[in-house]
């Protein structure tokens, strides 16, 4: 009998080990064991033949994504480890990994450039095609092939006439994109014959808003570029430029001035024609995204020339905005009379009329280091975080619904409807710059679920009802910013992402530098925070960011495994009814 004793001892022994072994290579990285043992993995691999030999062996899309899965050979480290010497070990237990590792834990630098070089075709099939086409007006009609710019004959048509304005919108819209690109030829080509064709001297009524973040924006942003001494894209100057680009912006500034006289709050009109002024028959209501999202041009104008006049009545706006929020809750609504200063619009949410609100308090705290902009701005997420936000408290751990932040009333904080918009994905890139990356991976998840289900982010989505509520995808670009804050892997050798070089996105997409020029005024502060508005000296109880965090001091097993555990990944494809 002691035979037997010893003999099941030895098995429970052996057992036991085989266990320790297997839990220490199948979750070391994050356990923390170290261990450098010899063994063979195939005689692993044989614990998972069966499941292998289920997988489907076509070239599917998650296949193509994964890259190529290591053979039943005696070569297998050898070729695994030459395949990507940044593979955590993890990886060679390719066979027990779920769905969700076996798409998301790779990117293949050979489908990395593959990508690239189709986002390039798609940028060029348009560009080529409007120049073709429809220069010198606003953008392609790519029904009619033909060029198109405001609607003359119907006023009313506001989702056409609030953008084009007879300037040439497409070509001056992506000058900047051309630098990103690497197309300095082209670049120089479209800035001469902005300069030679454009003029903001127009009949056009246009909305203040779009006239800013497209073609304000877009001439600051390609001077800055064009005359930057240190040449991130490379020498990119040309003889004879005379800061034309700086001149076409402060005349269309200029003309965007009126939207902000004769209103009892200073929060400007929605829209302003061009060469006359505000028209009799404007509206004196606004949206707070439009009206709140003027800062980051303007005060870029104001601080390159020297001019105060253009910071200052964006700044005003803002403050305005910031003083009607409500005392209960601390939100602002969506809609407001720039005359009375009452709310029309009581919905207080992330997107459409809020969204860039919220953004360029941060980016404007970013570029010019007002802490006025960070006092509001953390003010403001506190407010969202405690009225807006629901279900679990952490992202990445517990139980519960996934993080989502819904519409409420600005007021008593109650949910107003059950629907989202394409709009609000621009919040988890806003998560990111303020720090909050774990809930920025909850929340883009989320919107990427449902960008799977139907090919696109529908223009309002109802997560009661798990359907679309409006059914259609005007080629937003938040979730592609939210995108790129979160996985910059793509494009690593473009100037954007060299470590000398710091920039940050305008809510249009243009790229700005982070310059210290920006945190100079040349002119004395004449304009001190108005009664109501968030002083220096008020107590705000936000906490410090909860993930702020240099990428470079990651654990290496960490950048190269799953950011969302798999199960919350799959309770969010079933939450959008993926499954």
């Given amino acids: 009998m002691q035979w037997r004793s010893i003999l099941v001892g030895l098995v429970v022994l052996r057992l036991s080990l085989s266990c320790m072994l297997w839990l220490a290579f199948g979750l070391g990285p994050s356990w923390g064991f170290n261990f450098h043992l010899g063994f063979n993995l195939h005689k692993l691999d044989l614990l998972f033949r069966e499941e292998k030999e289920t997988e489907p ?31 955590s070990y993890l990886s060679f237990f390719d066979g027990n990994k779920d769905e969700y590792v076996r798409r998301y834990s790779s990117f293949p630098d050979t489908l990395k450039a ?149 209103t009892s709050t200073g929060i400007p009109y929605p829209r302003v024609n061009l060469k006359n002024g505000v028209p009799l028959d404007s509206v004196n209501e606004t949206c707070t995204a439009g009206a709140g999202s003027l800062l980051v041009e303007f005060g870029i104008l104001s601080r390159l020339i020297g001019d105060s006049t253009f910071e200052w009545v964006a700044r005003r706006a803002v403050r305005a905005l910031w003083n009607l929020r409500s005392n209960e809750t ?80 600005m007021f008593s904080g109650e949910i107003m409807n059950t629907w989202i918009d394409s709009l609000q994905a621009f919040f988890p890139g806003l998560q990111v710059l303020n720090g909050d990356v774990d809930d920025a991976i909850c929340l883009h998840a989320f919107y990427y679920a449902i960008w799977k289900r139907f090919g696109a982010l529908p223009e309002r989505y109802n997560w009661q009802l798990q359907a679309p509520d409006v059914l259609f995808y005007p080629l937003r670009p ?20 060299k470590s000398d070089n710091k920039y940050i996105f305008t809510t249009e997409g243009h790229v700005v530098p982070i310059d210290k020029r920006f945190r100079e005024k040349q002119w004395n502060d004449d304009f001190p925070c108005e009664e109501g508005a968030l002083a220096e000296s008020e107590p705000v109880n936000q906490p410090a960011p909860r993930n702020i965090s240099n990428c470079n001091r990651i654990p290496e097993e960490r950048r190269y495994t799953l950011p969302l555990k798999s199960v919350y990944m799959r309770q969010i494809d079933h939450m959008v009814g993926l499954f």
């Fill in 57 to 87: 062996r076509d070239n599917s899309w998650s296949q193509r994504i994964h890259g190529p899965r290591y053979e039943e050979t005696e070569t297998t480290c050898a070729s695994a480890g030459e395949e990507s010497p940044k593979r």
């Fill in 114 to 262: 593959k990508m690239k070089d189709m986002a390039k075709e798609m940028f060029y099939f348009g560009y080529d095609n409007y120049m073709k086409y429809a220069f010198p007006e606003d953008e392609l009609n790519p029904i009619d092939c033909e060029g198109r710019g405001p609607d003359v004959q119907n006023p009313s048509n506001i989702n056409i006439n609030d953008v084009l304005g007879n300037y040439s919108l497409t070509l001056i819209d992506t000058l900047d994109t051309l630098l990103v690109l690497g197309n300095v030829s082209e670049f120089q080509r479209a800035v001469k014959l902005v300069i030679d064709t454009v003029s903001f001297d127009k009949d056009s009524t246009v909305q203040v808003f779009e006239a800013n973040i497209r073609i304000l924006g877009s001439l600051i942003s390609a001077h800055i570029l064009l005359t930057d001494p240190k040449h991130p894209f490379g020498n990119v100057g040309f003889e004879g430029y005379d800061n034309e680009l700086l001149h076409l912006a402060h005349d269309l500034a200029v003309r965007l001035l009126p939207a902000f006289e004769n």
């Fill in 330 to 409: 601390g939100l602002l609504g969506n809609v407001v009379n720039i005359q009375t200063g009452q709310w029309v619009g009581k919905q207080s949410g992330l997107g459409a009329g809020m969204d860039s609100f919220y953004e360029y308090l941060f980016k404007s705290y970013i570029l010019f280091g007002e802490k006025e902009d960070y006092r509001m701005f953390t003010a403001a997420y506190e407010s969202i975080q405690n009225h807006m936000r629901r279900g679990r408290e952490s992202c990445n751990e517990g139980e519960g619904d996934p993080p989502l932040y819904v519409n409420v009333n």
């Fill in 478 to 497: 938040e979730l592609v910013e939210s995108t790129y804050l979160l996985y910059q892997l793509f494009d690593e050798d473009n100037p954007l992402h």
